[in-house]
T-cell receptor
Framework: DTGVSQDPRHKITKRGQNVTFRCDPI?????LYWYRQTLGQGPEFLTY????????KSRLLSDRFSAERPKGSFSTLEIQRTEQGDSAMYLC????????????FGAGTRLSVL | QKEVEQNSGPLSVPEGAIASLNCTYS??????FFWYRQYSGKSPELIMS????GDKEDGRFTAQLNKASQYVSLLIRDSQPSDSATYLC???????????FGKGTHLIIQP
C-alpha cells in the first residue's frame, strides 16, 4: 500500500495521559498535514510541514499539542494531558508541491479519552 | 476567520438522477477548491479539484466555480447508491496551505 499510513487506528486513553500518533506520508510527498475531525463536522486544520519545517499552526493547536517531522519523512503528533474534548478522529494528509499540493488523506487515528 | 458553508442535508436523490451539491466560501483570496467524499467511519477521498472559473468534468462528476459569487458546486450525473456519502467542500488560499472544510452535505441516493 503506497498511500498515507497512520498508526494506531484506534486509541483509548484515560484523561490526563499522553498519547502519540504516527503518520507516514506517500513517498516523495514533501508536505504533511494534520487535521482533527469530530462527529458531524468537517476536518479542522491543525498544522503542516514542508519537509522537516513546521510552517503553519492553527490556533486550535494548544500548547498541549506538539508535532514533529524529523528528517522530513514520517511525522508524530503528541497530545499531553489529554482531555475528554480531545476525543476525535486525527487525520494526516500529504501532498507534493509539484502536483498542485493536492492533499491525500490517511485512514485516521480515532482517539477516545475516558 | 475563513468560513465554508454547506447545507448539511440530508439530500435525497433518486437513483439515475443528477445530484447537485453547493458550497459558498467567505475568503475572496481563496485560490484552490476541492470536493472530497467521505463514507461513514472512513477518511476523506478526493473527488475533484478546480482552480479557475467555469466547469470541470471528470466522468460522472462536474465541478463548477464562480469566484465572483464565491460559490462552488458539484454535480453528480446518473447517481448510484454507491454515491451515498458525505461530500466535503474544501478551500485553500490567502497565503495558507491548510484546507478549510465545510461541515459536509450528507447525500442519499434512493434505489
Amino acid at each position: 500500500d503506497t498511500g498515507v499510513s497512520q498508526d494506531p487506528r484506534h486509541k483509548i486513553t484515560k484523561r490526563g495521559q499522553n498519547v502519540t500518533f504516527r503518520c507516514d506520508p506517500i513517498s516523495e510527498h514533501n508536505r504533511l498535514y494534520w487535521y482533527r475531525q469530530t462527529l458531524g463536522q468537517g476536518p479542522e486544520f491543525l498544522t503542516y510541514f514542508q519537509n522537516e519545517a513546521q510552517l503553519e499552526k492553527s490556533r486550535l493547536l494548544s500548547d498541549r499539542f506538539s508535532a514533529e517531522r524529523p528528517k522530513g519523512s514520517f511525522s508524530t503528533l503528541e497530545i499531553q494531558r489529554t482531555e475528554q474534548g480531545d476525543s476525535a478522529m486525527y487525520l494526516c494528509a500529504s501532498s507534493f508541491d509539484k502536483t498542485k499540493n493536492i492533499q491525500y488523506f490517511g485512514a485516521g487515528t480515532r482517539l477516545s479519552v475516558l | 476567520q475563513k468560513e465554508v458553508e454547506q447545507n448539511s442535508g440530508p439530500l435525497s436523490v433518486p437513483e439515475g438522477a443528477i445530484a447537485s451539491l453547493n458550497c459558498t466560501y467567505s475568503d475572496r483570496v481563496s485560490q484552490s477548491f476541492f470536493w472530497y467524499r467521505q463514507y461513514s467511519g472512513k477518511s476523506p477521498e478526493l473527488i475533484m479539484s478546480i482552480y479557475s472559473n467555469g466547469d470541470k468534468e471528470d466522468g460522472r462528476f462536474t465541478a463548477q466555480l464562480n469566484k465572483a459569487s464565491q460559490y462552488v458546486s458539484l454535480l453528480i450525473r446518473d447517481s448510484q447508491p454507491s454515491d451515498s456519502a458525505t461530500y466535503l467542500c474544501a478551500v485553500r488560499g490567502g497565503g495558507a496551505d491548510g484546507l478549510t472544510f465545510g461541515k459536509g452535505t450528507h447525500l442519499i441516493i434512493q434505489p
